[in-house]
């Protein structure tokens, strides 16, 4: 009587060890990549610019051979299916990692060969396009980035859209009619307050924050909260650079960075406090499954949500405001004046993304994502862009850009190749405000603990919740019903912003 | 009618071309392991000790995997033999090329597991045994190492002696009858001349060296001084770490350090000058060839021969006096005195090798040699070591240390399993006095250029004779031969001593 037998368990278990023996090493050499970047922006000599390269692309052809070895993929295959012997995590890291070799070894080296030559030529496209405000210099780039994505899309997973798969690699498990539904309601929330604002709110003063602050005093400060935050020195650095960045080699060696402006408080303050959310999330993984996929980010989404958590729904409340104000005043004695709504003003006119503040930023990154989305379902053109992106910022944010260096070349992320990217941006902001509400329910007396300077409580739960969990659940709603007992919802997002700006602009 | 046909040239070239791609492989990732042993020491915060580790221990079985690849043994027996068309450089790439492949392959796995080993276990077994000036508990591990080195060796090539395949991969092509011929002539010359100097000579004032300096003021005296002597800080950085080395990723990206005591003036200033000398020899070599095994380091003798010129026979001199004087009066006014004399006090007595000055120092390293070329070919047992070290420690430096850890235990190389390091120090102080000579005669008012701190010329020469030639020549003394006429001759060295001390000392 025969049957089909199911591995033994004890056999699952050799193959998943040897499994994970391959994925560690992967891993090790993406921690060794991830140094050569760090050095090369806050250490490396500018001669070494070449030679950089071309040890990253060495190193970036080993991990390739390593990622899309048939030894791993015929591992994969064995574990792939029912895996009752394996516990919950176990199950993860085969389940991620055939995701990566899937999405790796799909996609033809002809393509990959493109996009990488692609990247480094657009960048300088881009900039003098910019320079220029001449979006025809950019146009033909762009228009190559559309057909290659669309190819690669194809490639991975001709079932779904191209825009779906594509961000997929940016916010796993995420959809474009998910993000529709989402974008929608935020589009509709955030429109008529913004407008509300702009026609009868009141703007605190917030002119003491710009002026002459001493950078090195700055970066004093910024260096005691960064650790009373939690930021760990024994396994990370704090170093400066002209792009703050949080990167490094491992979770014991986290290297964050930040920079500062002698005319002004807040980026540089508000930025480090950012890069400090990145940091502690990368920190904070899970030892246990050092080196294998389900300790990796969750998503870029989650990833931006651990930064805002900490730089907008702390930082930017009002209980953190008199620990702020106290470590203030000793660096800079003439700042006396009340910090809270100085820190929330809504930087109108609403004309870069990057400027922009956590109301109005939503609607940029709207703006972006039905742009990127049309491009790819080809119900937008190339050439179409400088019209359509002007219209849309007219009727999402009330400006129009003078030109197009301030319109559509503002950010360089499609010439990259990073379709699907800017969703995350946004989603990160409204994962942070929901997760923060739910601390705000499950940790009683949180807000006074913000206040006394006292982080330990909150960072433990965090940790504890998400940066331990790494990817263990397919996507980000399904980490948000197990943090907060609901998937996603912008209703929570929306009510924050009206309840917040309501008395800050006196509505 | 068939004859053995010659490979045509066009076959030659193709095969030579595959070859370096494959070194140029090997090149980058050993470069980026290379930057990351820097970060390690400079950078890398405390809790990364083990994920680096890691990290290292893979990168390092990648580079294996390609130095061991089957197919570039193939590459290399096919361009093994006439090279006709291959140039002078070219066929050095495919010798040093062959050599490191007929190494790297014949060390079988499992000696190459536990030489790693072994050293990460070494290293805490030295230090306790030398705390507790116990040999004993040092003797196990050092017993393992000798029998280690000799399968190795016999493994690598059964034909030489153990001393000499082990010799050869840290001076290539030197051997212990040539070092035993070498080294005699030394020990009879400067066992003498110590004694007359420690006898009759009068010891010239230093005490002024020691004394309370700022160690930012050292650093910035020395980067000044690197700076002039020629170190490019667009293709390099300069850093302080707890043991001054040079390392870095490429000779676009050379990494120095130094380090600054604030009660000795000399150790951080002839540190950061020896340093320097490593860092042009890093950073001189010739892009033509990057990437390839001709343009390795010559050997460590070579290597230490640029820095002790440098250090020694540059800033050791009468005329660099002049210059370094205006400099540190400058840094610090209160130093009056004549440098000259202070700088080249011998340091009697002899104890430690690492703070041995020229005179005394090859002595240390002929002890060093004699006993370990015992270790290797069996004259000389582990257990008779503490007893032999003390009689040769009497004999040639006349003095015997109070105890084991001050004696034979004073230096870790044998711990590291490296037979065959020490005598490149000495080497490289010989070959760097024979260089020197040859300078003096081919540059005309070259003491003039050091007293007015113009280095320019001197660096120009070293650069186009030393640091682009690389690993052009099989062995030191071919390089010898081209640069100065002839081979390493001991008596250049001996004569230079005795000129310059009996001056100091007014024997």
């Known amino acids: 009587m025969a049957t089909a037998v199911a591995a033994p368990a004890e056999a699952v278990q050799q193959d998943y060890n040897s499994l994970c023996e391959k994925l560690r090493e992967v891993s090790a050499l993406g921690g060794i990549s991830g140094l050569l970047g760090w050095d090369e922006q806050v250490m490396m000599p500018d001669g070494a610019a070449a030679s950089r390269a071309a040890q990253q692309a060495v190193l970036a052809g080993v991990i390739y051979d390593k990622q899309t070895d048939a030894a791993l993929g015929e591992l994969l295959s064995k574990l792939d299916g029912p895996k009752e012997s394996l516990g919950q995590y176990e199950a993860a890291v085969v389940r991620e990692a055939l995701r990566e070799y899937q999405r790796t070894t799909a996609v033809p080296k002809r393509i990959a060969k493109r996009k990488a030559e692609l990247s480094s030529e657009a960048f300088q496209v881009w900039v003098k396009a910019r320079e220029a405000s001449d979006f025809g210099a950019f146009a033909g780039i762009l ?11 194809a490639a991975i997973d001709p079932a779904r859209s191209a825009y779906d798969v594509s961000l997929d690699e940016y916010e796993k498990g995420m959809t474009s009619a998910r993000l529709d539904e989402i974008f ?3 589009r509709e929330g955030l429109v008529p307050l913004l407008k509300e604002i702009k026609g ?20 004093k400060l910024c260096e005691t909260i960064a650790k009373e935050i939690g930021f760990d020195l024994t396994r990370g650095r704090l170093d400066v650079s002209v792009h703050p960045f949080t990167g490094g080699a491992h979770p014991s ?11 002004d408080l807040t980026e540089g303050l508000t930025g480090a406090i950012h890069e400090t959310g990145h940091a502690l999330y990368e920190q904070g993984r899970n030892l246990d499954y050092d080196g294998l996929p389900v300790n990796q980010a969750m998503s870029m989404g989650i990833h931006e949500s ?55 930023y939503p609607l940029h990154i709207i703006l972006w994502y039905e742009l990127e989305k049309g491009l790819l379902d080809g119900s937008v053109a190339v050439s179409d862009l400088p019209r359509l992106w ?35 941006y946004s989603l990160g902001a409204m994962y942070a405000c929901q997760i923060y509400q739910e601390a705000k329910k499950q940790l009683p007396g949180l807000e006074d603990e913000i206040r006394a300077g006292q982080f330990g409580q909150l960072r433990g739960w965090l940790n504890e919740k998400i940066h331990k969990v790494g990817s263990l659940y397919p996507d980000g709603d399904e980490l948000m019903r197990a943090v907060t007992g609901a998937p996603l919802d912008p209703a929570i997002f929306l009510q924050y912003l009206r309840d917040k700006y309501s008395v800050i602009y006196q509505l």
């Open 143 to 153: 228009q190559e980035w559309v057909d290659l994505v669309k190819e690669q899309s």
């Open 184 to 186: 929608v309601q935020v």
């Open 200 to 219: 009868r709110g009141k703007a605190p003063d917030a002119s003491f924050l710009s002026g002459s602050f001493d950078t090195g005093r700055q970066a």
């Open 253 to 263: 060696d986290v290297r964050m960075t930040t920079r500062f402006k002698a005319d």
């Open 306 to 360: 651990q930064s805002l958590f900490w730089e907008r729904m702390v930082a930017l409340s009002e209980p953190f405001s008199h620990y702020l104000s106290a470590h203030l005043k000793t660096a800079f004695p003439e700042l006396k004046h009340e910090l809270y709504p100085a820190l929330n003003v809504v930087r109108d006119p609403f004309k870069f993304r990057v400027e922009a503040d956590e109301l109005s």
């Open 390 to 424: 002007n219209e849309k910022m007219q009727s999402y944010l009330g400006t129009t850009p003078k030109d197009d260096a301030q319109g559509c070349l503002q950010d360089v992320h499609w010439g990259m190749g990073a379709f699907g990217y800017f969703p995350t």
